[in-house]
């Protein structure tokens, strides 16, 4: 009898901890977005977390910095990412456009690119179109990686 409410109890606690509610997905962390990135090709160096590139405290606890280039590609270029919970993502892209327009007015001649791949917000500058292509796709599937977790 002990037995049998003691497994009674046991499921009703582990059924309390699920609901039917739709998750909240969330962004790969920082080691699985350079992974990601990395298994593409895409050589990067100097990964700073919560560097931004603006002067935004807000913006730190969810952004990731380092340079990267294709193998080939003379030049490693800037790449700030910043990542949200699907929850966040709405409200995230007027924080992201400040912190770009600023990027962008440092500097002048360069080609900003922009990625807006749900949870994550990516921008830089000059890359070359086969670089951007690879980080969108290595973020993609690390969104995808962040639904299925």
């Known amino acids: 009898m002990h037995a049998l409410a003691g497994l009674l109890l046991g ?3 582990l059924g309390g901890c699920y609901t039917t ?3 909240s997905f969330h962004p790969g962390n920082q080691r699985d ?3 990601a990135i990395m298994l593409r090709g895409i050589e990067v160096t100097d990964p700073v977390p919560g560097q931004t590139a603006c002067d935004d405290p807000a913006l730190v606890g969810n952004s990731l910095y380092f340079t990267a280039r294709l193998p080939g590609e003379e030049a490693f ?3 700030y990412v910043h990542s949200y919970r699907e ?3 709405d409200a995230s892209a007027a924080e992201v456009d400040s912190c770009q327009a600023t990027y962008a007015a440092m500097h002048p001649d360069a080609e900003i690119t922009r990625l807006d791949i749900p949870l994550y917000r990516v921008f830089g500058a000059d890359w070359s ?5 690879q980080l969108e796709r290595a973020l993609v599937e690390a969104a995808d990686a962040g639904r299925i977790g």
Not at 129 to 133: H, M, P, S, W
């Open 11 to 13: 499921s009703l606690a």
């Open 87 to 89: 929850r966040s993502w």
């Open 21 to 23: 509610a739709e998750p």
């Open 77 to 79: 270029r800037d790449v």
């Open 33 to 35: 977005i350079l992974g």
């Open 129 to 133: 179109e086969g670089l951007a292509d």
